[in-house]
């Protein structure tokens, strides 16, 4: 089969399906990795985490070890971290502040400039080989939006800018949540999931499946905190209240729903007002409501969602067909009140990540879609992304933000230069 006959987009009959053998087989991720992860701009990190000159941090990044620096001039730079001379591992620690890293092999150093700077016995090198010659691999683009750092291995990628496109509207909506600089909270969540990465893209937008899956958080722990949950409990119906979906180029998208109450609104109650006056001072009262008013997860093709209520950066990427791994993040002002901050990171942790109210009903949705897959004849069968199809304005419980990301893929997987149409039919409005 073709990468074309692996989606069903009817537009006419409103029919929208995805053939299951994409989440299972072994070639289309090899395909995914060379199409999607090599050729996009992919998040790395935030600037808070190089907070000076001479900082560097290293992780995994759609499986490829990277250094990000901070040199003296002050840029952000991107190395693989693989040392030029037998491949190890030049960067072992996570972060740290220094002048050279150092391969703990041969002992090969490297400023953070990526320059070799010092290696033990150099005279007994000679012929062709130089210095000059052995830094390290640069990452070919490194580029930053409102402090959210983003790498490509595609030297002719677009500009960050031109591929965020609209949806930065949406990214400034939730970094103007303070009216001072934000930073990433000390620590990270890893964990993994056995299954597709790909079903975490739909899950991670995917209002629909909120109540009835995270019932032991919406229907129980509010309530056991004294938290009137009414407003949760009317979504069982599936109607999204006044939640949206919107689409954009590039496979962006995102779900929009008026802010509901959580802990963390009555546990700082009077802080958060007078931070909603000075954003009303600042933006003024419309904006303000923009701001404060709407919880949204925002999602930039092809792995990394910004998940507005909790203040959660997210990223994963796929190891196998069926298992991927997952990396979040805490961005919290840098001027909170202690007591607000803790607020903040206890309300980021009580539903997200490993130990989270939400997280353990995610994994186990989406771990058993991969061992229901298995639950076939010859025909791998069909996964059906066709809810709200057709509609003028989606709501935030329809699938359109999902039909966004498949087009994208597809697009991409078939290497297919022209823009896809992001929306369900022609008359549609964002």
């Not at 972060?95 to 290696?119: D, T």
């Not at 997280?359 to 025909?379: H, I, S």
């Not at 992304?385 to 966004?404: C, H, N, V, Y």
Request: proline fraction near 5%.
């Amino acid at each position: 089969m073709t990468i074309d006959d692996l989606i069903i987009d009817d537009a006419e009959d409103r029919r929208f399906r995805v053939e299951r053998s994409v989440f299972t087989k072994q070639q289309i991720l090899d395909e995914e990795k060379e199409n999607i992860f090599n050729r996009c701009w992919l998040y790395a990190g935030h600037e808070s985490e190089l907070p000076e000159p001479e900082t560097f941090l290293a992780r995994k990044i759609a499986n490829k070890p990277i250094i990000l620096t901070r040199a003296k001039d002050g840029e952000i730079r991107a190395f693989l971290n693989a040392c030029t001379h037998r491949g190890n591992l030049v960067c072992r620690e996570k972060a740290g502040k220094g002048k050279l890293l150092r391969c703990f092999y041969h002992s090969w150093a490297f400023n953070l400039e990526g320059e070799l700077a010092a290696l033990p016995g150099p005279e007994a090198y000679s012929g062709s080989w130089k210095k000059e010659d052995m830094g390290l691999t640069p990452v070919p683009r490194v580029e930053s939006y409102r402090g959210l750092i983003f790498i490509c291995h595609d030297e002719n990628v677009e500009p960050l800018a031109e591929y965020l496109g609209d949806v930065t509207e949406y990214i400034d909506l939730m970094l103007d949540f303070t009216d001072a600089e934000s930073e990433i909270a000390k620590g990270e969540q890893n964990y993994c999931i056995g299954a597709n990465w790909k079903l975490l893209v739909e899950n991670s937008f995917d209002s629909y499946h909120g109540l009835p899956t995270h019932g032991r958080y919406f229907g129980k722990f509010l309530n056991d905190v004294k938290l009137d949950s009414g407003s949760w409990s009317e979504l069982n119906d599936g109607d999204s209240l006044g939640g949206r979906s919107y689409a954009f180029k590039n496979g962006h998208a995102l779900t929009e729903n008026p802010a509901r109450p959580t802990p963390l609104q009555i546990r700082s109650q009077e802080e958060l007002a007078d931070i909603k006056k000075r954003l009303t001072a600042k933006y003024g009262e419309e904006r303000a409501n923009r701001i404060t008013g709407f919880n949204r997860n925002i999602f930039i093709f092809p792995n990394l969602f910004l998940i507005a209520y909790w203040r959660t950066i997210r990223t994963f990427y796929p190891v196998s067909p069926d298992y991927m791994e997952i990396n979040a993040w805490c961005l919290l002002p840098t001027n909170d009140s202690p007591q607000l901050k803790q607020n903040r990171l206890e309300n980021f942790i009580s539903f997200l990540g490993p130990a989270g109210f939400g997280t353990p009903d995610d994994v186990a949705a989406l771990e058993g879609c991969q061992k229901g897959f298995a639950a076939t004849n010859r025909d791998p069968g069909w996964s059906d992304i066709s809810r709200g199809m057709g509609k003028d304005i989606a709501d935030s419980t329809d699938e359109r933000q999902m039909r966004t990301f498949w087009r994208e893929w597809q697009r991409r997987m078939a290497t297919q230069e022209t823009p896809v149409d992001i929306l369900d039919n022609s008359d549609a409005k964002k």
